[in-house]
């Protein structure tokens, strides 16, 4: 995994790892597949819920997609102050190097206060792009 991305949001921080999948990636098919780690850090005084997520995605051939859902790896993980919640998803690009960076809409439990999350922009690199 790459050197950790992180930032935090009105008590709560995100962390974000990622992994190039040279297995499941074909370069002469312009297909490459990379994993992220998401950690999800509570450091509120607030139970919070992560409702929905929204993508910003972008490759180096200037194309952008955008990806909304309801929570993330189908769920709406509730976290109490103090709790961490972690996940793993992936991503496709059409080209060897890109980003994302998002942002999670949370609600605070105690007043049903809804509120953006930043997710940190984390880059997308095959590892023989770095030498």
């Known amino acids: ?7 935090v ?5 995100i962390s974000v790892e990622t992994q190039f999948q040279r297995e499941h990636s074909v370069a ?3 297909h490459f597949l990379f994993s ?17 997520r929204h993508w910003d995605i972008y490759d180096s051939s200037s194309e952008h997609s955008e990806v909304d859902g309801e929570g993330v790896v189908g769920e709406q993980p509730v976290l109490e102050p103090g709790e961490i919640f972690e996940y793993e998803s992936a991503c496709s690009l059409t080209t060897d190097i890109g980003k ?5 809409l949370m609600e605070r439990k105690v007043d049903k206060a809804l509120f ?14 770095l030498n």
Do not use: W
């Open 1 to 7: 995994m790459g050197t950790p991305t992180n930032k």
């Open 9 to 13: 949001t009105q008590g709560i921080k």
């Open 28 to 30: 002469e098919h312009r």
């Open 36 to 52: 992220y780690q998401i950690t999800i850090e509570n450091n509120s005084d607030y139970t919070v819920q992560l409702i929905a």
């Open 100 to 104: 994302m960076s998002g942002r999670y």
């Open 116 to 129: 953006y999350v930043a997710i940190p922009e984390f880059e997308l690199i095959v590892p023989l792009r």
